[in-house]
């Protein structure tokens, strides 16, 4: 009996790609090359239950004036939310976290201040809860 040697060439595997999603920190496939979307959100008791915000891929709770605070949902994809609220109106702040998300932001009215707070958007819409974009 004859003994034959046989090699075989290594099969190269090579790791996919992965890209950090900007929200949430995880790693996918493909990178996120959207807009998120952010929408000022009522936190006062009265104004419960509130929708949509399970499906926030970031939520912020920030201190609007005394002890009432706002929350800013924020969703990379609106696909399958459904109804978000109840919506509240904008403040500067909102503003400056939409810019650094790069992110439209959804509100229903604002201060005078936080309405002005737009041009910092660098041409970035907004919209209001008559869904008009401004």
């Known amino acids: 009996?004859?003994?034959e040697a046989t090699t075989e060439a290594p099969t190269e595997t090579t790791a996919p790609i992965l890209y950090q999603h900007p929200l949430t920190g995880e790693m996918e496939e493909e990178p996120y090359?959207?807009?998120p979307t952010a929408v000022v959100i009522n936190?006062?008791?009265?104004a419960l239950p509130?929708?949509?915000i399970a499906q926030a891929d970031m939520m912020y709770e920030l201190i609007t004036e005394g002890d009432i605070t706002r929350c800013l949902a924020v969703f990379s994809d609106l696909e399958g939310v459904g109804s978000?609220?109840?919506v509240?109106?904008?403040r500067t702040f909102f503003n400056s976290i939409c810019q650094a998300l790069d992110a439209v932001i959804f509100h229903a009215g604002g201060s005078k201040r936080g309405r002005g707070g737009y041009h910092d958007l660098k041409g970035k819409k907004?919209?209001?809860s008559s869904g008009s974009m401004g």
């Open 84 to 86: 978000i609220g109840p």
């Open 33 to 35: 090359l959207g807009n």
């Open 43 to 46: 936190n006062l008791r009265y």
């Open 1 to 3: 009996a004859t003994t």
């Open 88 to 90: 509240r109106s904008a």
């Open 50 to 52: 509130q929708h949509g």
């Open 126 to 128: 907004t919209a209001n």
